[in-house]
């Protein structure tokens, strides 16, 4: 960055001198760090060369734009001044972490609607929804706010676990329960419940004595669980407010998006939490339109750039006051005003000689080795043809999605280091490299063809079974999906089955149902059940149970009536519970409708949460 350039020359000045540049007390010093122009260096040591001085100068100069362009610029003149005439990259670096251009207006109206409703923050892929929330993200927290940043994964339906958007919230809970006891007291039954979400309050809940929650039938352990992490976020809150943020909404689990509609609904009761996502505007199904249909989400659409804030983030990634003549334009003609689609093309020239750097004029513009590409997708191919040692592992690590952990691309160092220095993949405080872009991610997707499509998801698999500890959430999800995607259904089974098991833990029971009954299917086509058919029934029971919990009667009779006929039961006994099933169907639709009618009249929270689920 910029500011570590500002850093470096005034280490540089006290090398030169033998004394830092300002002198005073650290008021003093620190005013004329931001306001007085730096000293000449040959004013207190007069052996100091001209170019020497002029780079110390360029570098402390108070506005980022008039410092040099990047270290490897810095290093091409240092060497100069000792005659050093070593070969080496001197071209600056493309500065993606630009000011926020061209959307005060729009930050402004997110902040003004978060303050009541649920704000939902649409544009096409690469508009800078993200970018915002970071905006808005960073304005809470000089306000003294907490901030939990979630996003949805690959696809609602592997999100990664359940909830976990609320995780990071429940994670910072869990250190501040380490120093203060009063939080686990303020929580009470709920630890139990939130303990079963993240696994980092399990000890805290052990420790406090709390009980493990009573099983309940899906809808109720789902409000219970949604209950919770409500109360859990009020809490973190406080008075000074808390801003949770989830980016591609599209992509959360079905309890993450009960949560935010509850907060929409019901804002009394959430307190000084705020809540603001973001959504790509051509991912809008069914569920998604349902969300924006409810009670207190107000949509912000957000627009491309236009012309006069595109040449300011230009010049800015460049680190120039004017970018080159003719590169606006061209942006502008192939991205459109898209912030993300205009980054990718300037890599584009860079690599393809378009957009050039001399130490004499700067950036230039050229015609390059090749045109524009025709589209942003086109961009992103080249991108990935550019790559050698990453080859492989592009396509690997976009066979598990566009967010991987770290501890599964390391089997790869020097493919690894390639694609985080051509910031094909991003790396994240939180141990996982996350692809720059969607358009991206699909590129280095269709490197994988129908050949090696199934040795590559078999290498996958055998790398996080290697190298993913048994306490990641997502890992047996993961391994049935890729151990079924490399043509194994044997070894899928059990990571399924286990995988239902976590989810039903998790309270997520449409994922458990879903699991479970593909755990059934693939186990029988594996033959996973020929000598173990006490096991396939006791899985079709377990199966019952969770449909029954979610309503689903006539299917849960069916898997109950299956199952007994596995178990040998004679066709009178099995007239029987069949009889026996119906009545219980019987009973609970009564009791379910019984439960709407109360529910009409109950207050929120919990009660609407299990309305929801049934």
Known sequence: PRTDLYALGVMLFEACTGAKPFQGDVASVVRQHVHAAAPDPRDRNAQ???TLAELVLSLMAKDPVDRPAGAGVVAARLAAEIGDTTPRESRPPLWFRSPLLGRVDDL???????ASDVVVVSGEAGSGKTRLLVALATRARRGRARVWAGEGADSRVDAGGVLASVRPALRQLASRAASDPTVLASLGAHLGALAQIEPELAPLAATAGTLPAPPLDGPSASARALEAARAALVMLAGADGGLWVIDDVNRVDDLTLALVKHRAQFPGAWGAVRVVCALRSDERDEVIRELLATQGV???PIENLGPAAMQQLLASTLGTREPPSG????????????????GELLQDAVSEGRLRWTH????????????PPAGIRAAADRRVARLRAGRTLVGLAATIGRAVDLRVLESDPAGLRELLDQRVLLLGSDGVARFAHATLHASAAATVNDESRASTHRAAAELIASRVGDDAPWRDRALGLHWLEAGEPGRAWGHLVAASARATAEFAQADAVRLLDQALTVGRDAGCYVTAHELEAEHMLQL???RAGMGDFAAARAEVDAALFI???DAGVGRWWSLLSAIVTQFFRR??????????TAPPPATVFAARCH
């Open 108 to 114: 402004q109206r997110i902040e003004q609607h978060a």
């Open 298 to 300: 107000v949509e912000v």
């Open 567 to 569: 178990r040998g039961i």
């Open 360 to 371: 004499a004029s700067g950036w230039e513009h050229t015609s390059g080795r090749t045109g």
């Open 591 to 600: 009791a379910l409708r019984m439960g709407s009618s109360r529910r009409a």
């Open 48 to 50: 100091v060369s001209g």
């Open 544 to 546: 019952a149970s969770l």
């Open 327 to 342: 590169l606006v334009e061209e942006v502008l003609l192939h991205a459109g005003g898209n912030p993300c689609f205009a």
